[in-house]
């Protein structure tokens, strides 16, 4: 009996794993990047072979905002936009239909210390929130798994300070920033920090080339949302 119950939950993980494996992402019409000195790159995974970046959109929007629909899980910069030292880097972004493109919460968020960005040798960080009240902080680096390396861990962290949707289809609005103050990096979300975090645990081999970088934008898969007032304030 005992076997029997293990073989069987491995049965159901080889099937939740190949369920998330094959996760639809969907192609945006009139994709691409449309806002003059920006570009981007999508993920390397498996949902996004045969896509690429003109299947999710960067465009402007209304009183200097941006308009960001995924497709593929995207990040977005302008080569222009560097910070050093202690800066902050925030934006508000309004998710106008909670879930309208997926069956589950994709985060959207601010990232940071972008170097060797469209390599295979980029690196960076970021934080992003999701509408049912969680966030996440993960990075980017050549060799380490899947590219990929956790900071605030695996999942989504939950925080009463980051705003959930009502429902599906619903509006939300967060404000999510990154910090570098000295020997820390802070993730906060509607003024409130939801994780610090040493240097030593974000810069190094398989982390972080630096916080001294580029920074931009971070959109998980199927997503949609406004952006506004992104700005970089040295402190």
Not at 1 to 26: D, F, P, W
Not at 109 to 116: E, F, K, S, T
Not at 178 to 199: A, F, H, Q, R, T
Request: proline share 4%; charged share 15%.
């Amino acid at each position: 009996m005992r076997r029997v119950t293990k073989l069987s939950l491995a049965a159901v993980a080889l099937i939740a794993q190949a369920g998330i494996a094959q996760e639809t992402v969907n192609k945006v019409a009139g994709g691409g990047v449309s806002i003059p000195g920006w570009t981007g790159v999508i993920d390397k995974s498996r949902e996004n072979t045969g896509l690429s970046l003109n299947d999710a959109k960067l465009a402007p929007f209304t009183n200097g905002a941006m308009h960001v629909v995924t497709g593929p899980a995207a990040t977005y910069w302008n080569p222009a936009n560097k910070a050093s030292g202690n800066y902050t880097v925030k934006a508000t972004f309004h998710e106008p239909a909670y879930m309208s493109l997926n069956d589950h919460p994709h985060p959207y968020g601010i990232m940071i210390g972008g170097n060797d960005l469209g390599t295979d040798q980029a690196s960076m960080m970021y934080c992003s929130a999701y509408g049912n009240g969680t966030f996440i902080v993960r990075g980017f680096a050549p060799g380490t798994a899947n590219g990929t390396f956790n900071i605030s861990g695996g999942r989504g962290q939950p925080n009463d300070a980051i705003n959930k949707a009502s429902g599906k289809g619903a509006e939300v609005t967060q404000e999510v920033a990154i910090s570098v103050k000295g020997d820390k990096v802070e993730c906060s979300v509607n003024g409130k920090v939801v994780g610090s975090y040493d240097k030593a645990a974000v810069v190094g081999a398989g982390k972080l080339k630096s916080t001294d970088g580029v920074y931009g934008l971070r959109f998980g898969h199927n997503t949609e949302a406004h952006v506004i007032g992104f700005t970089m304030t040295k402190q």
